[in-house]
């Protein structure tokens, strides 16, 4: 190999390693970048979806739990519970528990559910209610 034909390769190689990171460092930027655009497209098309027309709160008595039910079973039967009485209440067939509402029933295991429970629930125009935790005055 001649001395031209190293300097060729030098200068090939520190312009490739250039142009690499910069389509990395490209890359990286455009998938951290695209996660939040989607999360807050996801965010306001969950608010649009949803439009309520009665919103009631609730506190929910689940003293009879702790009474009717075996130890073991007590938080499955507190989430039937608050099911069926906003059901009841709300004059709802379809009812949907919310992740904060399931992890407040179940934050002392399954023996030891909460005596009584605020809740916030929200009916669509549709007839499904869906149940929040309620808001902290």
Same mark, same amino acid.
């Given at each position: 190999?001649?001395?031209?034909d190293?300097? !060729?390769? !030098? !200068?090939?190689a520190?312009?490739?390693d250039?142009?690499?990171?910069?389509?990395i460092?490209?890359?990286?930027?455009?998938?951290?970048?695209?996660?939040?655009?989607?999360e807050?497209?996801?965010e306001?098309?969950?608010?649009?979806?949803?439009?309520?027309?009665?919103?009631?709160?609730?506190?929910?008595?689940?003293?009879?739990?702790?009474v009717?039910?075996?130890?073991?079973?007590?938080?499955?039967r507190?989430?039937?519970?608050?099911?069926?009485?906003?059901?009841?209440?709300?004059?709802?067939?379809?009812?949907?528990?919310?992740?904060?509402?399931?992890?407040?029933?179940?934050?002392?295991?399954?023996?030891?559910p909460?005596?009584?429970?605020?809740?916030?629930?929200?009916k669509?125009?549709?007839?499904?209610?869906?149940?929040?935790?309620?808001k902290?005055?």
């Amino acid at each position: 190999m001649s001395e031209n034909d190293k300097e !060729e390769i !030098e !200068e090939t190689a520190e312009t490739t390693d250039t142009e690499t990171e910069a389509t990395i460092e490209s890359e990286h930027a455009d998938k951290v970048e695209a996660p939040k655009e989607k999360e807050e497209k996801a965010e306001g098309e969950a608010e649009e979806e949803i439009e309520v027309v009665e919103e009631r709160t609730y506190t929910i008595p689940l003293q009879h739990v702790h009474v009717v039910t075996p130890r073991i079973r007590r938080a499955p039967r507190s989430v039937r519970d608050v099911r069926a009485f906003i059901a009841r209440h709300m004059s709802a067939e379809e009812v949907s528990i919310s992740n904060e509402v399931n992890e407040l029933l179940w934050a002392r295991s399954i023996n030891k559910p909460p005596r009584r429970i605020k809740v916030r629930a929200v009916k669509d125009k549709e007839g499904k209610v869906i149940v929040y935790p309620a808001k902290a005055a």
